[in-house]
């Protein structure tokens, strides 16, 4: 098939949001490169990734570690953009704060100066998190905060918070990004998603779907995460990734997420939406501590002509459909 719209490059293929961008990029005629970790052995069932619709045609799989920084380059030569979404997901702490700053931030400048060296890459997509404007004792009182927030990580750090170590990681990386960038004029747009749920590809349940299906499969230790959150459908991430590599005008940070709701909220929904999950009772979940947090706005990215297609009822059933399909529910 002729390449219409040319090469680009995913860091992170075999992730939740990585396989869903492999997916979409193919889907809309774009020859895709990949990066996988590296596997020695070749023991990972990566089916998933070559059996998408084009992949045989337009997908190219290349390994590649963030612990190894030049090894990103040979899958970025020759690519016209690169989507950046590779960042491991230890919300369990199972290595210091430390390790994980320096094998992210490093991985992520590798990356980069691949961008810059290979002369053929016009702009870089860098997959950030809603986590990196949330946290600041400047915002509290606020209704709702936009890209111009930055969180405070000492603030972050203090509060001890479920995960803290991936959104100080997720701060830290996008600063140095973005000053990156600026320092060696590079085209670089950094998206910022909320809790990213809904269906996926991967042959396992991702670590934020997990938590956003907390109530259905009854794991109490999410429910916290839980009292007050906000949503974004994969598809919609991924659908603003690519529209923000497309629009001519892109600059800087966009945020990127469909729904703000309290865990009273989910519980109506989801209790009304699917009967025939036990949920836990209402009155359970008042112990829970309340949150506050200021809502989050997407208008800059709706300004661009974006527009989200997936609500919450398109988020839980493709998620119930996929956890269906692994086994888990």
Known sequence: MEESKGRVCVTGGTGFLGSW????????????????????????????????????ERLQIFEADLDRPDSFA????????????????????KETEEVKIKRVTSGTIGILQACVN?????????TSSVATVAFNEKIAGSEFIDESSWTDVD????????????????????RIALDFAEKHGLDLVTVLPSWIHGPFVCPYCPDSVYVCMALILGD?????????????????VVRAHIHLFEYPKAKGRYICSYADITIDKLHEFLSERYPEYELPTTE??????????PGLSSKKLLETGFKFENGLGEMFDGAVISCKEIGLL
């Open 155 to 174: 603030f972050l750090r203090s509060l001890g918070a479920f995960g803290g170590a991936y959104m100080v990681t997720k701060t830290l990386t996008e």
């Open 220 to 236: 109490k230790k999410f429910y916290q995460s839980l009292v007050r959150t906000s949503l974004v459908h994969v598809d919609d």
């Open 118 to 126: 290979s002369k053929t890459v016009k702009r870089v997509l860098f």
């Open 21 to 56: 961008m492999v997916k979409r990029l193919l889907q809309d005629g774009y020859s895709v490169n990949t990066t996988i970790r590296n596997d020695p052995e070749s023991k990972r069932d990566i089916s998933y990734l070559r059996n998408l619709p084009g992949a045989s």
């Open 284 to 293: 359970s979940l008042k112990d829970l501590t309340p949150v506050t947090f």
């Open 74 to 93: 040979s899958a970025v030569q020759g690519c016209v953009g690169v989507f950046h979404v590779a960042h491991p997901l230890d919300f369990e702490d």
